[in-house]
């Protein structure tokens, strides 16, 4: 061996300026997935090696006095490779994770401001535009006063009651166009945010609906499953309700000639009925499956502590 | 989310840099980059008039492009980095299995025209390209064994 180096080696330098590069670790299905008229959103995720990762360069170097030789020069030095990862986390389980909660208990606003914009907001969500506004929309956050945030189920339930009230006060049909920004003043004089009753109309607004302008239109079907949903899931108590009290409830929360179309089919799969006459909300809501999916993690890291700790023993 | 553009690989053939590419071909790229990953770190003392330190040599004992075919992988399971006079570590030539892409900071096209120009500020924010992608890296996991270096001396 000792002559082949003298040989047939080929001289290896390293770079006194190192360079910048990043390696990022390329799955065989990216390839495919790129090519995908709707290329999903991958997250990066920086790992930590702790042998050293060495980009190299042929180079024509003379060291010393030697004639000039092709060598291979190392360039760049990586302590960390960069590994994609299809990201499968739900964008309302990111938005819900970062939005505060906006609660009006006993007439009193509970919510806590995080002085950000919608924009500031998204910038911290690892998310296409287009996924960060679809969890937004679902829900329902709004913007006031320079502050983001999301309605509990209690606040809609009053906001949406408040909205209800105002459009039979003023004979405003929600599911034909009205002038979403009037009604929104109504909910406000009554102590409910605008823009919440403007995220709820676009929340709730017909397909093909442009929610941007200052008109709006609900979609029936929408909207009656909204006001079951959230009638349901406000109410304290896992024992269940009397499923007739709980549409009665709901019939009257609807306008007049919605009123029939109360029926548990159009809230299917978002209760569960612990008796035959009684009806509780399942634990559907998205901010409860992310607490969930969190201490799951943790007990994986613990694992992982708990075997590294084996190792040093 | 603030959205970086990353640029692919620009397919500028360099065969100049292939030619000079003392590597055997199977890690030779494109651009020339390659990936070597030891466990540890190379330090030498610096010496400042030089750009780079040769620090030792790479060895393909078994690479012999006379005698083996094209397609013959064998030469790939033995590579040795010879480090100084008396330090030789042992390694191979791996297969990726997930291709690595070599990102860089993207220089900013025309950087001339926006300095000789009227002082208009081109602010186009951060871009990365992908300056090539590498499908084998030489890997030493073993750390260095001692060896003699008399041989060395006599070269």
Not at chain 1, 49 to 55: D, I, K, P
Not at chain 1, 65 to 84: M, V
Not at chain 1, 128 to 147: D, M, P, R, Y
Not at chain 2, 102 to 131: H, Q, S, W
């Amino acid at each position: 061996m000792a002559t082949q180096q003298g040989e047939g080696g080929v001289p290896f330098a390293v770079a006194h300026e190192l360079q910048n590069f990043r390696l990022l670790e390329l799955p065989p299905e990216i390839v495919e997935l790129l090519e995908a008229p709707n290329p999903p959103p991958f997250q990066i995720r920086q790992v930590q090696t702790s042998n050293s990762v060495f980009v190299t360069q042929p180079a024509f170097d003379a060291h010393g006095n030697d004639i000039p030789t092709s060598t291979t020069c190392a360039i760049a030095s990586c302590t960390a490779t960069l590994e994609l990862h299809p990201a499968d986390t739900p964008a309302v389980a990111y938005i819900e994770a970062v939005l505060p909660v906006y609660d009006i208990v006993g007439g009193e606003v509970d919510a806590i401001q995080n002085d950000t914009s919608k924009g500031g907001v998204f910038a911290d969500v690892p998310l296409s535009s287009g996924q960060c506004e679809q969890g937004w929309a679902e829900v329902v956050a709004f913007e006031l006063s320079g502050s983001s945030y999301r309605p509990s189920v209690n606040t809609l339930r009053q906001v949406w009651s408040s909205i209800n009230a105002a459009a039979l006060a003023e004979g405003i049909r929600l599911d034909s166009q009205f002038l979403g920004y009037d009604l929104a003043e109504m909910v406000q004089e009554e102590g409910f945010p605008a823009p919440l009753a403007l995220a709820i109309f676009s929340h709730l607004a017909s397909a093909g609906q442009d929610t941007s302008g200052q008109w709006s239109c609900l979609d029936r079907r929408k909207t009656v499953s909204f006001v079951g949903k959230t009638l349901l899931q406000a109410k304290r108590g896992s024992s269940g309700h009397l499923v007739a009290d709980f549409v009665e409830e709901w019939k009257d929360s609807l306008p007049e000639a919605w009123r029939g179309d109360a029926a548990l089919k159009s809230i299917e799969g978002t209760y569960d009925t612990p008796t035959s006459t009684t009806i509780v909300a399942k634990g559907i809501s998205a901010s409860r499956a992310t607490e969930a999916a969190v201490p799951k993690a943790a007990a994986v890291k613990g694992k992982w502590h708990e075997r590294f700790a084996k190792t040093r023993k | 989310m603030p959205i970086i553009p990353l640029h692919p690989r620009s397919l500028a053939p360099a065969s100049a840099a292939s030619d000079s590419n003392p590597l055997p071909p199977l890690l030779r790229t494109p651009s020339g980059l390659a990936l070597l990953e030891l466990q540890g770190d190379i330090r030498f003392p610096p010496a400042a008039a030089q750009s780079s330190t040769q620090v030792g040599k790479l060895v393909f004992p078994l690479y012999n492009p006379d005698l083996n075919a094209e397609d013959d992988t064998k030469w790939m399971k033995r590579v040795y980095f010879y480090v100084g006079k008396n330090q030789r570590m042992a390694g191979e030539v791996k297969r990726l299995g997930k291709p690595f892409a070599v990102i860089r900071k993207r220089e900013t096209p025309n950087v001339e025209d926006v300095v000789m120009g009227d002082g208009e500020a081109v602010n186009a924010g951060e871009e990365l390209e992908i300056v090539e992608i590498v499908k084998y890296k030489i890997l030493f996991a073993m750390r260095p064994e001692p060896v003699g270096g008399g041989v060395e001396e006599t070269v």
